[in-house]
């Protein structure tokens, strides 16, 4: 996941273990949140804003979207994430798109101020976008990603190719996004696997301006900073 932020926020805080070694996530130090997620379960989840191209500015009394991640973390799996989700009150939330995924499915929760719309679809490659200049506006990533996995099994060079590809000239645009006011700031990547044993052994590695961090891994309910 591709984090984009304005110049003028603070870097954010590599991945740590949280509930216990049970999950893992970044963290924001403005708003003390997140935009993505993993456990020890095997569940991911990634919060993108969405825009459409109008410019909402908070409302008195508008919850920060960064605490959604967190508050489904205890969950077992996308389902039961997406259950949890289509529970709770989210009138003071600004417009997202939550995506959870698990050794099976994916599931796109989209939140517009009105309704929460629920897809779900099978485990495969699927890329999701936004841009504070309007989410339609970046859609040529979505025709990039389809061009680099539509054809041939997906790799995680593949996925790392992808994040890193900037089309000159048009930087505004690009996966590797810049532009003057705004940049990509960080990717985030995780990875789960499924031992012979049937365990599940899932880490997560952070690069940003600095470097690509130490990964933080998680196996099972139990976990170790590596």
């Not at 309704?115 to 989410?135: H, K, M, N, Q, Y």
Request: proline residues 5%; contains cysteine; aromatic residues 4%.
């Amino acid at each position: 996941m591709s984090r984009d932020e304005l110049r003028t926020r603070s870097a954010a805080l590599p991945p740590s273990l949280q509930r216990d070694g049970a999950a893992c996530w970044p963290t924001d130090p403005d708003g003390g949140g997140t935009w993505i997620g993993t456990t020890g379960h095997g569940l991911t989840l990634g919060l993108l804003n969405v825009n459409l191209g109008v410019h909402e500015p908070p409302s008195s009394g508008t919850r920060t979207r960064g605490e959604i991640v967190p508050s489904l973390a205890s969950c077992a799996d996308a389902a039961a994430a997406a259950s949890e989700l289509l529970a709770k009150d989210l009138t003071r939330y600004r417009p997202f798109r939550l995506v959870a995924v698990d050794a099976t499915a994916v599931v796109d929760l989209r939140w517009d101020r009105h309704r929460l719309i629920e897809t779900s679809r099978r485990l495969a490659p699927a890329c999701f976008v936004s841009s504070g200049l309007g989410d339609h506006v970046v859609e040529p990533r979505l025709m990039l990603f389809d061009s680099i996995f539509s054809a041939r099994s997906a790799t995680s060079e593949m996925q790392d190719g992808f994040h890193q590809h900037v089309w000159p000239n048009h930087e505004h645009l690009s996966v590797m996004m810049n532009r003057e006011l705004a940049r990509t700031t960080s990717v985030t990547t995780v990875e789960t696997r499924r031992t012979r044993s049937g365990e599940t052994s899932v880490s997560m590695r952070h690069r940003d301006d600095d470097g690509v961090g130490e990964p933080v891994a998680l196996s099972g309910l139990v976990a170790a900073a590596c």
